[in-house]
């Protein structure tokens, strides 16, 4: 089957897979450990933690690690309400497109910490402007989140911009910024960021890790989600999985050499090639990067593509099975699509060991699909 649903989960790097293995042979033991083998365990996950810090202009100890994204997410958002410093400040506005796990921290928040939630809604385009923001600001905004990059659409959101009017006002910025990382260029003091996403199997490391950034963590009186027995300075609880945590570093390490190898193929710009010579109407959503983009296709039975070519690709839909009904994204509705519209919406994304043939093996059976 080949394989075009990077943006839910990138294919494991060698390199990494490498790593993860060699840390379960060479470093079984607890790195809380007061041991030498607990201390050499502890030692890689701070090469780790530093490849990290360094790849978005931060500092290792601004760096708590996470099972993944929606951790960090709960995480940055619960903590910073639970904040003595937020007391008197319980607004906090997130936009119409931000991961469902965000979203549903914004409920929680709203039904059990008396928190006002507000949303900032993406043009047409599928962009949030900081024009858009600036209208739902209130005297008690303490918190704004809005990701980097959307994960159904490819568009990237202009962070600086934001950053720039959340500091000015001296409110808190989020990002969620799984799917950029490694992809855009990230500098957490250029965007005035707070706090920060990440998840590792996103840029080809392993599932079940990923880290939050959380400016000036150590001045901070920051409660955590998760409590334990004191790991990460308190802030996390749980056993450090170590051969995550270094596979991760992997990733970060090798990501950047496999994505300009993805960039150099030009994929999305062969496959739409492909479809205007095949004569497949399309509709492209937003302004997206070249390694992920939604595309509507008004004339094809997208259904009965994705039901007979189950076997020979892999594909995300831009609609989700609900109870009994098919309902389109959240996103996609957003920025103004149609139900019907919806149905016939695919989210491609490319890695870098796809080739031009793969492209075209997808736009010949869309065209088989196509009512002429």
Known sequence: ????????????????????QRCFKEHPANPSSAHLAGEAAAKKIEDARELIADAIGALPSEIVFTSGATESNNLALKSHFYEPASKDKRHLVISSIEHKCVHAVADYLQRTAN????????????????EALERVLENDTSLVSVMH?????????????????????GIKLHTDAAQSFLKLPIDVDDMNLDYLSLSA?????????????????RARDIEPVIHGAGQEEGLRGGTLATPLITSFGAAVKHFPAAYRKLQALQLKSHLLNRLESLGVPF???????D??????????????????????FILAT?????????????????????????ERTLRISF????????????????AFFTRR
Do not use: W
């Open 318 to 342: 831009g609609s989700a099975c609900s109870s009994k009904e098919i309902q389109a994204s959240h996103v996609l509705i957003a920025i103004g699509m149609q139900r019907n519209m919806a």
């Open 351 to 366: 890695h870098h060991t796809l080739v031009p043939d793969n492209v075209d093996r997808l736009a010949e059976s869309m």
């Open 149 to 169: 990059l959307n994960n159904e659409l490819g568009t990237a959101n202009p962070i600086e911009e934001i950053g720039a009017l959340c500091f000015e006002r």
């Open 283 to 289: 509709q492209i959503n937003g302004e997206s990067i």
């Open 1 to 20: 089957m080949i394989y075009f649903d990077s943006a839910a989960s990138y294919p494991l790097l060698p390199e990494a897979l490498d790593e993860l």
């Open 115 to 130: 928190v006002n939630v507000s949303l900032i809604h993406p043009n047409t385009k599928g962009i949030v402007t900081p």
């Open 291 to 312: 390694s992920l983009f939604s595309i509507t296709l008004p004339n094809t039975d997208v259904s009965r593509l994705l039901r007979e070519t189950g076997r020979q």
């Open 201 to 217: 199997h996103k840029i080809g490391g392993p599932k079940g890790i990923g880290a939050v950034y959380i400016r000036d963590r």
